[in-house]
């Protein structure tokens, strides 16, 4: 059974730092496309970055472009999302995402999802 377990999350001051991973087990391999997406409460879950696992190719979405990377340790199984110059908007659960589709953010495109890790900013 394919199982993605988020970790890292936690309360942080605007301005700093954040690294979330994710570790997938059940399969060999992750799946081709894996992505970090978020959900604020009231809002619609947004994709946030996504890499794809073969070629090392990544998208972001404007909004984290150049404050969030996403990495990935094939070794270990496991995609990172760094973040960094947190805002209070970055508040959300945040989630990984594995697929075999594409790095578009359709929610569709992924079949695998983690169960969220809490990430709050305080200004």
């Known amino acids: 059974q394919v199982r993605l377990v988020e970790s890292g999350g936690d309360s942080v001051q605007a301005g700093g730092s954040q690294r979330l991973s994710c570790a997938a087990s059940?399969?060999?391999?992750?799946?081709?496309?894996v992505a970090w997406f978020r959900q604020a409460p009231g809002k619609e879950r947004e994709g946030l970055a996504c890499i794809n696992s073969a070629a090392g190719d990544t998208v972001y979405t404007d909004s984290v472009k150049g404050r969030f990377t996403i990495s990935q340790d094939n070794a270990k199984n496991t995609v990172y999302l760094q973040m960094r110059s947190l805002k209070t908007e970055d508040t959300a659960m945040y989630y990984c995402?594995?697929?075999?589709?594409?790095?578009?953010?359709?929610?569709?495109?992924?079949?695998?999802w983690g169960q969220g890790s809490q990430v709050t900013v305080s200004s």
């Open positions: 995402a594995g697929g075999w589709i594409s790095c578009d953010f359709d929610l569709a495109n992924f079949q695998f």
């Open positions: 059940g399969y060999t391999h992750l799946s081709n496309y």
